[in-house]
């Protein structure tokens, strides 16, 4: 299956895509900020960047889109009809440096909240409530590494590893 649009729109396109700053990032910086809560934004002194750094809470916040970090299981991550290959050569690459960087800031004592790009969407204003106060008690509690996504909180997968095979055996869309 060929592009629909030629290889100049595609890279106009492409390159539009922010790793900062995006949309699912604001909304929980703006809902975090009206709770109280005061962070640091992509501290280039940890691994990964985060994209919020609590001290006072020895935490850290990664907002991962779905499609881009691999979210395993997620309605909104498959793997594209066309380069294949591609794909899910840079998708895994991402995974395995997003679990590097977790297990580096684990070791150093860092606390890390993924939340997907899922658990954001389309929020009603009874959802994100709940996917707010979710956020908030876990950066106050002393519990261990997760992630947040639409299904709410759970464990972070516990290896390099894990999340980067779970690529394998999503479909591309069709």
Known sequence: MTDIVDQATRSRMMSGIRGKNTKPEMLIRKALHARGF???LHAPDLPGKPDLVFPRYKAVLFVHGCFWHGHPGC????LPGTRTDFWASKITANCVRDSKQQHLLIEKGWRV???WECATRKLQPEYAENVFNLVCGWLKSDT?????????LSPLPCSVTESATTLKVLPPNT
């Open 38 to 40: 005061r962070y640091r």
């Open 75 to 78: 309605k909104h991550f498959r």
């Open 113 to 115: 909240l993924v939340i």
């Open 144 to 152: 261990g590494s997760a992630q947040l996504d639409a299904n709410g």
